[in-house]
Protein backbone atom coordinates (compact mmCIF):
# COMPACT_ATOMS: atom_id res chain seq x y z
CA UNK A 1 0.00 0.00 0.00
CA UNK A 2 1.30 3.71 -0.60
CA UNK A 3 2.86 5.52 2.28
CA UNK A 4 0.16 7.80 3.81
CA UNK A 5 1.87 11.07 6.00
CA UNK A 6 -0.19 13.57 7.32
CA UNK A 7 2.49 15.81 7.77
CA UNK A 8 5.06 14.47 5.48
CA UNK A 9 8.50 16.64 6.86
CA UNK A 10 7.55 16.11 10.55
CA UNK A 11 7.14 12.04 10.07
CA UNK A 12 9.85 11.53 7.61
CA UNK A 13 12.44 14.06 9.17
CA UNK A 14 15.96 12.99 9.12
CA UNK A 15 17.24 11.55 12.59
CA UNK A 16 19.96 14.24 12.81
CA UNK A 17 17.18 16.99 12.49
CA UNK A 18 14.92 15.25 14.70
CA UNK A 19 17.60 15.15 17.74
CA UNK A 20 18.57 18.62 17.25
CA UNK A 21 14.61 19.47 17.55
CA UNK A 22 14.73 17.22 21.21
CA UNK A 23 16.96 19.07 22.39
CA UNK A 24 15.57 22.35 21.50
CA UNK A 25 12.05 21.13 23.33
CA UNK A 26 13.68 19.22 26.12
CA UNK A 27 15.26 22.57 27.39
CA UNK A 28 11.96 24.15 26.84
CA UNK A 29 10.54 21.19 29.01
CA UNK A 30 12.87 22.00 31.33
CA UNK A 31 12.56 25.65 31.89
CA UNK A 32 8.56 25.03 32.42
CA UNK A 33 9.31 22.37 34.67
CA UNK A 34 11.24 24.93 36.92
CA UNK A 35 8.08 27.10 37.38
CA UNK A 36 6.69 24.05 39.12
CA UNK A 37 6.55 23.45 42.86
CA UNK A 38 7.68 19.60 42.71
CA UNK A 39 10.49 19.96 39.94
CA UNK A 40 12.07 23.18 41.48
CA UNK A 41 12.77 21.13 44.01
CA UNK A 42 13.90 17.66 42.45
CA UNK A 43 16.07 19.03 39.98
CA UNK A 44 17.56 21.78 41.76
CA UNK A 45 18.83 19.27 43.71
CA UNK A 46 20.06 17.46 41.00
CA UNK A 47 22.16 20.68 40.21
CA UNK A 48 19.86 21.67 37.17
CA UNK A 49 18.81 24.88 38.02
CA UNK A 50 18.01 26.20 35.07
CA UNK A 51 17.55 24.90 31.42
CA UNK A 52 20.89 26.02 30.13
CA UNK A 53 23.05 22.92 31.82
CA UNK A 54 21.40 20.97 29.25
CA UNK A 55 23.87 20.87 26.69
CA UNK A 56 22.89 17.83 24.73
CA UNK A 57 20.43 14.79 25.07
CA UNK A 58 22.96 13.19 26.92
CA UNK A 59 22.59 15.31 29.84
CA UNK A 60 18.89 14.15 29.69
CA UNK A 61 21.05 11.16 32.02
CA UNK A 62 21.39 13.90 34.43
CA UNK A 63 17.92 14.17 35.37
CA UNK A 64 16.23 12.02 37.93
CA UNK A 65 13.17 9.96 37.21
CA UNK A 66 9.57 11.07 38.02
CA UNK A 67 6.99 8.37 39.11
CA UNK A 68 3.74 8.03 39.79
CA UNK A 69 3.79 8.69 43.37
CA UNK A 70 5.59 11.95 42.53
CA UNK A 71 2.07 12.38 40.42
CA UNK A 72 0.03 11.99 43.51
CA UNK A 73 2.21 13.81 46.12
CA UNK A 74 2.02 16.53 44.04
CA UNK A 75 -2.08 16.63 44.15
CA UNK A 76 -3.87 18.47 43.16
CA UNK A 77 -1.19 21.52 42.12
CA UNK A 78 2.51 20.60 42.62
CA UNK A 79 2.92 19.94 39.06
CA UNK A 80 1.52 22.95 37.23
CA UNK A 81 4.07 24.87 35.42
CA UNK A 82 1.21 27.96 34.30
CA UNK A 83 -1.49 30.18 35.57
CA UNK A 84 -4.52 28.40 36.11
CA UNK A 85 -6.50 31.06 34.18
CA UNK A 86 -3.95 28.71 31.32
CA UNK A 87 -5.69 25.85 31.84
CA UNK A 88 -8.26 24.61 29.88
CA UNK A 89 -9.12 20.90 31.28
CA UNK A 90 -8.16 18.76 33.12
CA UNK A 91 -8.07 14.56 33.07
CA UNK A 92 -6.89 12.96 36.15
CA UNK A 93 -6.92 8.91 36.72
CA UNK A 94 -6.75 6.98 40.14
CA UNK A 95 -4.57 4.60 41.50
CA UNK A 96 -3.58 2.72 44.57
CA UNK A 97 -3.95 4.91 47.21
CA UNK A 98 -7.22 6.37 45.86
CA UNK A 99 -5.29 10.03 45.57
CA UNK A 100 -5.63 10.53 41.89
CA UNK A 101 -3.19 12.33 39.67
CA UNK A 102 -4.19 15.45 37.53
CA UNK A 103 -2.53 16.16 34.44
CA UNK A 104 -3.37 19.92 32.77
CA UNK A 105 -3.87 21.22 29.42
CA UNK A 106 -3.31 24.42 27.94
CA UNK A 107 -5.13 24.95 25.01
CA UNK A 108 -1.73 24.42 22.68
CA UNK A 109 -1.15 21.28 24.91
CA UNK A 110 -5.11 20.28 23.75
CA UNK A 111 -3.96 21.43 19.73
CA UNK A 112 -0.80 18.97 19.97
CA UNK A 113 -2.62 16.46 21.65
CA UNK A 114 -5.22 16.43 18.79
CA UNK A 115 -2.47 16.63 16.07
CA UNK A 116 -0.51 13.53 17.31
CA UNK A 117 -4.50 11.90 17.04
CA UNK A 118 -5.03 13.18 13.67
CA UNK A 119 -2.01 12.28 12.42
CA UNK A 120 -1.71 8.35 13.85
CA UNK A 121 -4.95 7.45 12.77
CA UNK A 122 -4.12 9.42 9.11
CA UNK A 123 -1.90 6.96 9.18
CA UNK A 124 -4.21 4.22 8.92
CA UNK A 125 -5.68 5.80 5.96
CA UNK A 126 -8.63 7.38 7.97
CA UNK A 127 -9.78 10.21 6.38
CA UNK A 128 -12.79 12.67 5.89
CA UNK A 129 -14.90 10.48 4.39
CA UNK A 130 -15.05 8.04 7.15
CA UNK A 131 -17.20 7.43 9.49
CA UNK A 132 -15.82 7.32 12.98
CA UNK A 133 -17.23 5.28 16.37
CA UNK A 134 -15.79 5.85 19.09
CA UNK A 135 -16.59 3.24 21.69
CA UNK A 136 -14.06 4.44 24.47
CA UNK A 137 -15.40 6.12 27.95
CA UNK A 138 -15.97 9.93 27.40
CA UNK A 139 -15.23 11.68 30.49
CA UNK A 140 -11.86 11.84 32.84
CA UNK A 141 -10.67 9.02 30.64
CA UNK A 142 -8.57 9.85 27.84
CA UNK A 143 -9.72 7.53 25.60
CA UNK A 144 -12.84 9.09 24.72
CA UNK A 145 -11.89 13.39 24.54
CA UNK A 146 -8.67 12.12 23.03
CA UNK A 147 -9.29 10.07 19.64
CA UNK A 148 -13.02 12.47 19.43
CA UNK A 149 -11.14 15.52 18.75
CA UNK A 150 -8.20 14.06 16.01
CA UNK A 151 -10.46 12.00 14.14
CA UNK A 152 -12.77 15.32 14.17
CA UNK A 153 -10.07 17.62 13.08
CA UNK A 154 -9.48 14.87 10.00
CA UNK A 155 -12.93 15.97 9.26
CA UNK A 156 -14.33 11.96 9.86
CA UNK A 157 -18.08 12.40 10.70
CA UNK A 158 -17.72 11.12 14.43
CA UNK A 159 -19.99 9.34 16.40
CA UNK A 160 -19.57 10.02 20.47
CA UNK A 161 -21.17 6.82 21.71
CA UNK A 162 -19.02 6.09 24.33
CA UNK A 163 -18.86 3.11 25.93
CA UNK A 164 -21.93 0.21 26.82
CA UNK A 165 -24.63 -0.69 25.81
CA UNK A 166 -24.30 -3.19 22.83
CA UNK A 167 -27.42 -3.14 21.27
CA UNK A 168 -26.91 0.81 20.31
CA UNK A 169 -23.52 0.54 19.33
CA UNK A 170 -24.41 -1.97 16.54
CA UNK A 171 -28.02 -0.10 16.16
CA UNK A 172 -25.62 3.28 15.36
CA UNK A 173 -22.85 0.99 13.42
CA UNK A 174 -25.75 -0.29 11.08
CA UNK A 175 -27.91 3.05 10.79
CA UNK A 176 -24.61 5.23 10.22
CA UNK A 177 -22.48 2.81 8.20
CA UNK A 178 -20.15 3.13 10.51
CA UNK A 179 -16.22 2.77 9.37
CA UNK A 180 -14.10 2.88 11.86
CA UNK A 181 -13.97 1.85 15.29
CA UNK A 182 -12.17 2.81 18.72
CA UNK A 183 -12.55 0.23 21.44
CA UNK A 184 -10.31 -1.75 23.82
CA UNK A 185 -10.33 -5.42 22.42
CA UNK A 186 -11.97 -7.01 24.99
CA UNK A 187 -15.16 -4.90 23.66
CA UNK A 188 -14.25 -5.98 20.14
CA UNK A 189 -14.48 -9.24 21.64
CA UNK A 190 -17.73 -8.83 23.42
CA UNK A 191 -19.32 -7.19 20.39
CA UNK A 192 -18.55 -10.53 18.44
CA UNK A 193 -20.09 -12.46 21.04
CA UNK A 194 -23.58 -10.32 21.40
CA UNK A 195 -24.27 -9.62 16.85
CA UNK A 196 -26.39 -12.40 16.41
CA UNK A 197 -28.19 -12.67 19.78
CA UNK A 198 -29.26 -8.50 19.07
CA UNK A 199 -30.22 -9.60 15.14
CA UNK A 200 -27.62 -8.23 13.36
CA UNK A 201 -25.36 -9.88 10.88
CA UNK A 202 -22.01 -8.91 9.27
CA UNK A 203 -23.73 -8.31 6.44
CA UNK A 204 -25.42 -5.40 8.43
CA UNK A 205 -21.95 -3.79 9.25
CA UNK A 206 -19.75 -1.46 6.99
CA UNK A 207 -16.45 -2.16 9.32
CA UNK A 208 -13.48 -1.46 7.64
CA UNK A 209 -10.66 -0.65 10.98
CA UNK A 210 -10.71 -0.60 14.19
CA UNK A 211 -8.50 1.13 16.59
CA UNK A 212 -7.76 -1.19 20.14
CA UNK A 213 -6.11 -0.18 22.90
CA UNK A 214 -5.83 0.97 26.42
CA UNK A 215 -4.56 -2.54 27.69
CA UNK A 216 -2.60 -5.17 26.31
CA UNK A 217 -3.31 -7.47 23.87
CA UNK A 218 -1.38 -10.29 21.61
CA UNK A 219 -1.16 -10.87 17.94
CA UNK A 220 -3.68 -13.51 18.45
CA UNK A 221 -6.57 -11.60 19.53
CA UNK A 222 -5.85 -9.00 16.65
CA UNK A 223 -6.08 -11.76 14.02
CA UNK A 224 -9.28 -13.57 15.63
CA UNK A 225 -10.94 -9.69 15.80
CA UNK A 226 -9.83 -9.14 12.21
CA UNK A 227 -11.29 -12.45 10.89
CA UNK A 228 -14.02 -11.95 12.79
CA UNK A 229 -14.97 -8.37 11.83
CA UNK A 230 -13.00 -8.54 8.22
CA UNK A 231 -11.36 -5.65 9.09
CA UNK A 232 -7.93 -4.19 10.04
CA UNK A 233 -7.02 -3.83 13.58
CA UNK A 234 -4.55 -1.51 14.49
CA UNK A 235 -3.05 -1.08 17.98
CA UNK A 236 -3.06 2.27 19.61
CA UNK A 237 -0.66 2.87 22.46
CA UNK A 238 -0.92 5.52 25.09
CA UNK A 239 -1.05 6.35 29.04
CA UNK A 240 -3.01 9.83 30.89
CA UNK A 241 0.05 10.78 31.93
CA UNK A 242 1.48 11.39 28.66
CA UNK A 243 -1.75 13.02 27.74
CA UNK A 244 -3.63 9.59 26.81
CA UNK A 245 -4.28 8.00 23.36
CA UNK A 246 -1.64 9.21 20.58
CA UNK A 247 1.72 8.20 21.93
CA UNK A 248 2.63 5.86 19.89
CA UNK A 249 -0.01 4.09 17.10
CA UNK A 250 1.02 1.61 14.37
CA UNK A 251 1.10 2.70 10.38
CA UNK A 252 -0.71 0.66 7.87
CA UNK A 253 2.18 -2.19 8.03
CA UNK A 254 0.59 -3.27 11.03
CA UNK A 255 4.37 -4.29 12.62
CA UNK A 256 4.58 -2.20 15.79
CA UNK A 257 3.69 1.62 17.21
CA UNK A 258 5.76 4.25 15.79
CA UNK A 259 6.57 6.27 18.95
CA UNK A 260 6.02 9.85 17.99
CA UNK A 261 8.96 11.13 18.85
CA UNK A 262 8.83 15.12 18.39
CA UNK A 263 6.34 15.16 21.27
CA UNK A 264 7.91 12.85 23.46
CA UNK A 265 11.46 11.40 23.98
CA UNK A 266 11.63 7.35 24.47
CA UNK A 267 13.90 5.29 26.67
CA UNK A 268 14.01 2.10 27.50
CA UNK A 269 15.77 1.11 31.24
CA UNK A 270 16.57 -1.48 33.06
CA UNK A 271 13.11 -1.76 35.55
CA UNK A 272 15.68 -2.56 38.95
CA UNK A 273 19.17 -0.44 37.82
CA UNK A 274 17.58 2.13 35.61
CA UNK A 275 20.58 2.18 33.25
CA UNK A 276 19.25 2.38 29.53
CA UNK A 277 19.27 -1.09 27.66
CA UNK A 278 19.69 -1.43 23.43
CA UNK A 279 17.44 -1.06 21.19
CA UNK A 280 15.87 -4.61 20.54
CA UNK A 281 15.60 -5.66 24.35
CA UNK A 282 13.14 -5.75 26.97
CA UNK A 283 13.07 -3.03 29.62
CA UNK A 284 10.81 -0.37 31.02
CA UNK A 285 9.37 2.40 29.15
CA UNK A 286 10.55 5.99 29.69
CA UNK A 287 8.88 9.05 28.39
CA UNK A 288 9.83 12.70 28.81
CA UNK A 289 7.09 15.50 27.20
CA UNK A 290 8.36 17.75 24.71
CA UNK A 291 5.04 20.06 23.87
CA UNK A 292 3.15 20.44 27.07
CA UNK A 293 3.27 23.34 28.76
CA UNK A 294 0.73 22.90 31.59
CA UNK A 295 2.14 19.73 32.77
CA UNK A 296 5.54 18.89 31.69
CA UNK A 297 6.86 15.70 32.86
CA UNK A 298 10.59 14.64 32.73
CA UNK A 299 11.49 10.97 32.25
CA UNK A 300 8.64 9.71 33.25
CA UNK A 301 8.27 5.75 34.52
CA UNK A 302 5.53 4.35 32.30
CA UNK A 303 5.82 0.76 33.51
CA UNK A 304 5.14 -0.75 30.83
CA UNK A 305 7.24 -3.34 29.11
CA UNK A 306 8.42 -2.82 26.09
CA UNK A 307 11.59 -2.26 23.38
CA UNK A 308 12.39 -0.44 20.42
CA UNK A 309 12.31 -2.26 17.72
CA UNK A 310 15.97 -2.16 15.91
CA UNK A 311 14.80 -2.01 12.66
CA UNK A 312 13.46 0.72 10.40
CA UNK A 313 9.66 0.87 9.01
CA UNK A 314 9.04 0.47 5.37
CA UNK A 315 6.71 3.07 5.76
CA UNK A 316 9.12 5.70 5.73
CA UNK A 317 8.64 7.29 9.03
CA UNK A 318 11.54 7.68 10.83
CA UNK A 319 9.82 8.04 14.07
CA UNK A 320 11.23 4.73 15.64
CA UNK A 321 8.35 1.89 16.81
CA UNK A 322 7.78 0.21 20.39
CA UNK A 323 6.69 -3.66 20.44
CA UNK A 324 3.14 -4.28 21.64
CA UNK A 325 3.33 -3.81 25.77
CA UNK A 326 4.11 -7.34 27.18
CA UNK A 327 3.28 -6.17 30.76
CA UNK A 328 3.76 -3.84 33.28
CA UNK A 329 6.29 -3.77 36.27
CA UNK A 330 3.94 -3.44 38.87
CA UNK A 331 0.71 -5.29 39.75
CA UNK A 332 -2.35 -3.27 37.95
CA UNK A 333 -4.90 -5.17 36.94
CA UNK A 334 -6.55 -4.39 33.90
CA UNK A 335 -10.22 -5.36 34.08
CA UNK A 336 -12.58 -4.88 30.99
CA UNK A 337 -10.01 -1.69 30.40
CA UNK A 338 -10.21 -0.64 33.74
CA UNK A 339 -7.00 -0.08 35.58
CA UNK A 340 -7.75 -1.32 38.89
CA UNK A 341 -4.79 -1.67 41.82
CA UNK A 342 -4.81 -4.92 44.40
CA UNK A 343 -4.26 -2.34 46.92
CA UNK A 344 -7.35 -0.45 46.09
CA UNK A 345 -9.62 -3.66 46.59
CA UNK A 346 -7.67 -4.29 50.07
CA UNK A 347 -8.38 -0.63 51.07
CA UNK A 348 -12.30 -0.91 50.65
CA UNK A 349 -12.86 -4.36 52.14
CA UNK A 350 -10.75 -3.75 55.01
CA UNK A 351 -13.13 -0.52 56.05
CA UNK A 352 -15.83 -3.48 56.33
CA UNK A 353 -15.88 -4.81 60.18
CA UNK A 354 -17.51 -8.43 59.23
CA UNK A 355 -14.14 -8.84 57.25
CA UNK A 356 -11.92 -10.49 58.60
CA UNK A 357 -7.99 -10.75 57.70
CA UNK A 358 -7.39 -12.73 54.35
CA UNK A 359 -8.53 -12.61 51.23
CA UNK A 360 -8.46 -13.21 47.46
CA UNK A 361 -8.67 -11.17 44.12
CA UNK A 362 -9.79 -14.04 41.12
CA UNK A 363 -9.84 -13.19 37.56
CA UNK A 364 -11.58 -15.39 35.03
CA UNK A 365 -12.98 -14.91 31.54
CA UNK A 366 -16.56 -15.32 30.74
CA UNK A 367 -16.79 -15.13 27.20
CA UNK A 368 -15.59 -12.16 25.89
CA UNK A 369 -15.26 -10.14 29.21
CA UNK A 370 -12.98 -10.65 32.01
CA UNK A 371 -15.05 -11.05 35.55
CA UNK A 372 -13.66 -9.83 38.99
CA UNK A 373 -14.66 -12.63 41.72
CA UNK A 374 -13.29 -10.92 45.80
CA UNK A 375 -13.60 -13.75 48.12
CA UNK A 376 -13.25 -12.37 51.42
CA UNK A 377 -13.15 -14.46 54.57
CA UNK A 378 -15.81 -13.22 57.21
CA UNK A 379 -16.05 -14.00 61.04
CA UNK A 380 -17.13 -17.20 62.08
CA UNK A 381 -19.74 -16.30 64.35
CA UNK A 382 -21.56 -14.78 61.43
CA UNK A 383 -22.14 -17.87 59.34
CA UNK A 384 -24.62 -19.29 62.76
CA UNK A 385 -26.45 -16.41 61.73
CA UNK A 386 -29.42 -15.30 59.04
CA UNK A 387 -28.88 -16.13 55.60
CA UNK A 388 -30.41 -12.80 54.21
CA UNK A 389 -27.98 -10.99 56.94
CA UNK A 390 -24.95 -12.70 54.74
CA UNK A 391 -26.66 -11.40 51.68
CA UNK A 392 -26.72 -7.93 53.01
CA UNK A 393 -23.27 -8.27 53.77
CA UNK A 394 -22.30 -9.48 50.33
CA UNK A 395 -24.49 -6.35 48.83
CA UNK A 396 -22.68 -4.25 51.03
CA UNK A 397 -19.52 -4.66 50.05
CA UNK A 398 -20.15 -5.21 46.29
CA UNK A 399 -21.17 -1.77 46.00
CA UNK A 400 -18.40 -0.06 48.28
CA UNK A 401 -16.32 -1.69 45.58
CA UNK A 402 -17.75 -0.44 42.87
CA UNK A 403 -18.00 3.09 44.08
CA UNK A 404 -14.27 2.55 44.12
CA UNK A 405 -13.10 0.73 41.31
CA UNK A 406 -16.14 1.31 38.47
CA UNK A 407 -16.78 -2.25 37.77
CA UNK A 408 -19.36 -4.36 39.70
CA UNK A 409 -17.25 -7.67 41.30
CA UNK A 410 -18.68 -11.10 42.20
CA UNK A 411 -18.60 -11.14 46.00
CA UNK A 412 -17.94 -14.26 48.01
CA UNK A 413 -18.03 -14.91 51.14
CA UNK A 414 -15.32 -17.29 52.83
CA UNK A 415 -14.91 -18.90 56.25
CA UNK A 416 -11.82 -18.18 58.52
CA UNK A 417 -9.01 -20.33 57.00
CA UNK A 418 -10.81 -21.23 54.08
CA UNK A 419 -8.44 -18.91 51.52
CA UNK A 420 -4.59 -19.57 50.88
CA UNK A 421 -2.61 -17.47 53.34
CA UNK A 422 1.30 -16.66 52.76
CA UNK A 423 4.23 -16.71 55.32
CA UNK A 424 6.25 -14.30 53.17
CA UNK A 425 4.68 -12.18 50.24
CA UNK A 426 1.10 -12.83 49.85
CA UNK A 427 0.20 -13.72 46.15
CA UNK A 428 -3.61 -12.27 46.32
CA UNK A 429 -4.68 -11.97 42.74
CA UNK A 430 -5.01 -15.05 40.71
CA UNK A 431 -5.30 -14.65 37.31
CA UNK A 432 -6.92 -17.39 35.10
CA UNK A 433 -8.04 -15.11 32.31
CA UNK A 434 -6.44 -17.25 29.42
CA UNK A 435 -3.60 -15.97 27.40
CA UNK A 436 -4.56 -15.61 24.20
O1 LIG B 1 -5.48 3.69 28.58
C1 LIG B 1 -5.02 5.70 27.31
C2 LIG B 1 -5.51 5.03 26.07
C3 LIG B 1 -6.83 5.13 25.72
C4 LIG B 1 -4.64 4.33 25.25
C5 LIG B 1 -7.26 4.54 24.58
C6 LIG B 1 -5.07 3.74 24.08
C7 LIG B 1 -6.38 3.83 23.74
P1 LIG B 1 -4.61 5.00 31.15
O2 LIG B 1 -5.99 4.68 31.60
O3 LIG B 1 -3.81 5.98 31.90
O4 LIG B 1 -4.62 5.53 29.66
O5 LIG B 1 -3.84 3.60 31.12
C8 LIG B 1 -2.53 3.56 30.64
O6 LIG B 1 -2.84 1.27 29.88
O7 LIG B 1 0.35 2.46 30.92
C9 LIG B 1 -0.60 0.59 29.63
O8 LIG B 1 -0.27 -0.21 30.75
C10 LIG B 1 -2.04 0.30 29.22
N1 LIG B 1 -2.18 0.43 27.77
C11 LIG B 1 -2.63 1.48 27.06
N2 LIG B 1 -2.61 1.20 25.73
C12 LIG B 1 -2.11 -0.06 25.61
C13 LIG B 1 -1.83 -0.92 24.51
C14 LIG B 1 -5.08 4.85 28.56
N3 LIG B 1 -2.07 -0.58 23.26
C15 LIG B 1 -2.02 2.14 30.67
N4 LIG B 1 -1.29 -2.12 24.79
C16 LIG B 1 -0.66 2.06 30.02
C17 LIG B 1 -1.04 -2.51 26.06
C18 LIG B 1 -1.83 -0.53 26.91
N5 LIG B 1 -1.30 -1.75 27.13
Known amino acids: MATLFRDKAVESIERGALEKYQLTYLRKSVESALKTPFYQKRLKKAGISC ?21 RESYPRGLLAVDIKDVVRIHTSSG ?11 QHDLDCWTELVTRSIYACGVRDEDVFQNMMTYG ?46 SYMFHLATKIGEFGFTLKDLFLKKAFLGAEPYSENTRRKIEDFFKIDVYNSYGLSEMNGPGVAFECVEKNNMHLWEDAYIMEIIHPQTG ?19 ATPLLRYRTRDL ?17 FRITGRTDDMMIINGVNVFPSQIEQVIMRVPEVGNNYQICLTREGALDRLTVKVEIYS ?14 AKIRDMLKASIIINPVVELHEPGSLPSFELKSKRVVDLREKL
Open 51 to 71: ADKIKSLEDLDRIPFTVKDDL
Open 96 to 106: TTGIPTVIYHT
Open 140 to 185: MFTGGLGLHYGAERLGSLVIPSSSGNTQRQLQLMKDFQTTVVHATP
Open 275 to 293: KRVPDGEEGELVLTTLCRQ
Open 306 to 322: TMIMPDPCPCGRTHRRI
Open 381 to 394: KLFAGDLSELEKLK
